[in-house]
C-alpha cells in the first residue's frame, strides 16, 4: 500500500495567487514526520519543510506552509504569493520507524506545479 | 568540500553488466539512503542504513547490493544490469534520523 499518497499530477497557479499541494499518508506510529521537498527543471532536491506529528502548530518557513491535519491524515503545502521560480516538481515525504526501530524515509510520486505570469 | 557526493553523475552500461554506484558524505551522518527516481514513480526507497554495519531493505531492493563498511560512504551495486534499472538514482543522508535528508545530485544511469 502508499505510504503517501499526492493525487495531482500536474498544477497551475497563477503568479502571486497562493497554491495548496495535496498530500495524504498512511501510519500506524505515533511518532512520525513529514516533509517536503522541491525539485527544479536542473534536478537537485531542496527541502523545504518539516512538521514533526508531536508539533502542536503547523509548521511555516517563509511562504510556505504546511496544513498539518493530523486525524484525516493529511500534510498539504501551502505555498503563498507564487512566484516563477516555484514552478518545479514537489514531493511529499514521511519519516517513519522500522520494526527495528530505524528510520525510514518514503516520498510520494510528486506534484508538477507550474505558475503562470 | 563538505557535502554529500555521487559518482558518476551519468554512467550508460550494458545489459547484464555489474555496475556500483558511489556515495560519500563528509558530515558523518548516521543514516544513509538510495533512492530511484521514475517519471510517475516518484522517488522510491532502495535501500538505507542507520550505521555503518546496518542495513534494510526499502521499497524496491530487487536487483541492487549495497554495502557499508564506513559511516562516509555507502555503494550501491547493480549486479546485473536490467533495462528497468535505468533511471535517476539519489543518495541522501541525515543525522541520527533527525532533520532533513540531504541529497546528491543524483546519477544518471542508462541501461542499454
Known amino acids: 500500500a502508499q505510504k503517501i499518497t499526492q493525487t495531482q499530477p500536474g498544477m497551475f497557479v497563477q503568479e502571486k495567487e497562493a497554491v495548496t499541494l495535496d498530500c495524504t499518508y498512511d501510519?500506524?506510529?505515533?511518532?512520525?514526520?513529514l516533509f517536503w521537498y522541491k525539485q527544479p527543471s536542473s534536478g537537485e532536491m531542496i527541502f523545504l519543510i518539516y512538521q514533526g506529528s508531536y508539533d502542536e502548530q503547523n509548521a511555516t518557513e517563509g511562504r510556505y506552509s504546511l496544513n498539518f491535519q493530523k486525524a484525516r491524515k493529511s500534510a498539504n503545502l501551502v505555498i503563498s504569493a507564487s512566484q516563477l521560480g516555484d514552478s518545479a516538481m514537489y514531493f511529499c515525504a514521511m519519516r517513519e520507524l522500522d520494526s527495528g526501530g530505524y528510520q525510514k524515509v518514503t516520498f510520494g510520486t510528486g506534484t508538477k506545479l507550474q505558475v503562470i505570469p | 568540500d563538505a557535502g554529500i557526493t555521487q559518482s558518476p553523475r551519468y554512467k550508460i552500461t550494458e545489459t547484464g553488466r555489474q555496475v556500483t554506484l558511489m556515495c560519500h558524505q563528509t558530515?558523518?551522518?548516521?543514516?544513509m539512503f538510495w533512492y530511484r527516481q521514475d517519471l510517475g514513480h516518484g522517488l522510491r526507497l532502495i535501500y538505507y542504513s542507520a550505521a555503518a554495519d546496518i542495513t534494510d531493505k526499502g521499497e524496491v531492493p530487487d536487483g541492487y547490493v549495497v554495502s557499508r563498511s564506513k559511516t562516509e560512504n555507502f555503494p550501491l551495486t547493480l549486479e546485473s544490469a536490467t533495462r528497468s534499472q535505468t533511471s535517476v538514482y539519489f543518495c541522501?543522508?541525515?543525522?541520527?534520523?533527525?532533520?532533513?535528508?540531504?541529497f546528491g545530485n543524483g546519477t544518471r544511469l542508462t541501461v542499454t
Open positions: 501510519t500506524s506510529d505515533q511518532s512520525y514526520g
Open positions: 558530515w558523518s551522518h548516521s543514516y
Open positions: 541522501a543522508s541525515n543525522d541520527r534520523g533527525r532533520g532533513p535528508l540531504h
